[in-house]
């Protein structure tokens, strides 16, 4: 049954430590999809890139919506050697994960390959798999609609790494957010995964 989120929250803030597990949690929003209307005050599209929305923030995780317009796309990034599960409220996204060939961490180069890709929607959220967490998020042009997702990330953490398959180079960036608790920040979009 859909949950407000307020409701979702609470949910996942009732999840003892030990518990937060990688089987738990995407259990939970498995059977705990999110209404949409009540995400809108942390809704926030622009046409240049997709944003990130803080709506939670604690020391065992962060929840955030990611707005995604039409095209959109987001670098392929690792969440750090953190867990991080998705669902998606509105429309719909595809995960691309990638393994890692190689990767020399004195040159900062890497080689990737193209591994497996699952498809987001209301009724079908994803988790990050650990033992292959490099990844990218799309919404392809030919879904023709906004998406809106919601990220739990635990623990929260502030940098990761991007990849570049043209140069076949990585590295480090930090994170921001475009929005907390539904206000604008001034966050720089360089540094966007």
């Given amino acids: ?5 307020d409701a979702f929250v609470a949910g996942l803030c009732a999840i003892r430590d030990e518990d937060f597990t990688h089987e738990r949690v995407a259990d939970y929003l498995k ?16 046409p240049t890139h997709y944003t990130r929305n803080l709506i939670h923030k604690c020391e065992l995780f962060e929840l ?8 959109q796309v987001s670098r392929i990034h690792n969440h750090a050697g953190q867990s991080c599960w998705m669902a998606v409220p509105i429309g719909r996204l595809v995960v691309q994960n990638y393994e890692v060939v190689k990767i020399d961490a004195a040159t900062g180069h890497c080689q990737l390959r193209e591994a497996s890709r699952v498809e987001m929607n209301p009724g079908q959220p994803a988790a990050v798999d650990p033992r292959m967490p490099v990844h990218a998020v799309l919404n392809p042009p030919e879904f023709g609609a906004r998406a809106a997702s919601l990220h739990v990330y635990s623990k929260p953490y502030d940098r990761c790494l ?5 140069q076949s180079s990585y590295c480090e960036v930090p994170l921001f957010y475009d929005t907390e608790f539904g206000q604008p920040t001034a966050a720089p979009p360089a540094t966007r995964t």
Avoid: F, R
Avoid at 1 to 5: E, H, P, R, T, V
Avoid at 31 to 46: A, F, G, I, R, S
Avoid at 64 to 71: E, P
């Fill in 1 to 5: 049954m859909a949950k407000s989120l």
């Fill in 31 to 46: 059977q705990n999809p999110v209404v949409p209307d009540t995400l809108t005050h942390y809704l926030h599209w622009e």
């Fill in 64 to 71: 955030m919506a990611i707005c995604w317009d039409v095209g």
């Fill in 162 to 166: 991007v990849y570049d398959l043209k």
